[in-house]
């Protein structure tokens, strides 16, 4: 149709135009109440982290924080070094549910219905994105309690606790736009459950859990290199109020180049699936 023809046809009907925000509000609200539906799903999510927690403080924790060489040493050093990681670990075992939810999307018909529908393309991946980003803050929150009450005791003021709520949002955005492009990309149900596997393995193989200074040389420089270590680092600096040296900007360029890619991945296929 020509501009001119455009112009005496008017303006689309109010039924037929998107609305972005209206439609990514109701998708939100759609994976929340399928949170609440399955809060199984959530505490298994979150159930993990806190093992791990009680398992290193309360089985580990009295010789690794004597190895850790501080004055107070023993097990409550131990946990505040080791809260950053599990805080982390939270995130990532957060955002494995967002990876099943996509997939479940992809593969049980939904988009089918979608596409029939009069709403905004990227409200959809919108809504398991805002989605995703509330549960993990409601997670952090959840495991953050818990490890006060097993000895977590943080030194930070009140400006680095909101610099820390700031950048954890950005780590989790980062990680959540991943998750989307992981669900994407999987095959089944099934399998989506297991994609993010190495990405939760990480802290292990970071600082989230022993310095990197006592790992083995080729261990170790991997550990230095890797996207998680800044990140853990970054937090530990700003909850034990220490410095944070070069970690903070590189753990957001990795947050940056892991959120641009994902999200440019995740369009994508997106796209070319919603399409068909």
């Known amino acids: 149709m ?27 609200r759609r994976n929340l109440k399928r949170m609440i539906r399955y809060p199984s799903m959530t505490v298994q999510l979150i159930g993990m982290p806190i093992i791990f927690l009680l398992l290193f403080v309360y089985v580990f924790g009295g010789t690794m924080g004597a190895g850790l060489g501080g004055a107070a040493g ?100 980062a990680l959540v736009w991943l998750a989307v492009a992981l669900g994407l990309v999987s095959k089944s149900v099934e399998s989506s459950s297991n994609i993010l596997l190495p990405l939760m393995l990480l802290p292990f193989l970071g600082s989230g859990f022993v310095p990197t200074s006592s790992m083995p040389a080729g261990l170790r420089w991997f550990a230095e290199y890797q996207p998680f270590t800044p990140i853990i680092e970054t937090m530990r600096g700003l909850l034990m109020d220490k410095p944070l040296g070069n970690h903070w900007w590189i753990a957001l360029s990795w947050c940056a180049v892991i959120a641009l890619g994902s999200y440019l991945w995740s369009k994508k296929l997106f796209n070319r699936e919603y399409s068909r």
């Open 2 to 28: 020509s501009t001119a023809a455009h112009a005496l046809a008017g303006p689309a009907p109010a039924a037929l135009r998107f609305h972005p925000l209206r439609d990514s509000a109701t998708m939100l």
């Open 74 to 173: 023993g097990r409550a050093e131990y946990v505040n070094y080791l809260a950053p990681g599990i805080l982390l670990m939270t995130i990532t075992a957060t955002v494995q549910g967002t990876t099943v939810s996509v997939a479940m999307d992809m593969t049980e018909g939904i988009i089918a219905r979608f596409r029939t529908m009069h709403i905004a393309r990227v409200s959809v991946l919108t809504g398991h994105v805002l989605g995703s980003v509330i549960q993990a803050v409601l997670s952090t929150a959840v495991v953050t309690g818990v490890a006060l009450l097993v000895g977590f005791r943080p030194a930070a003021g009140a400006g680095a606790w909101f610099a820390l709520a700031g950048f954890l949002l950005v780590v989790t955005f």
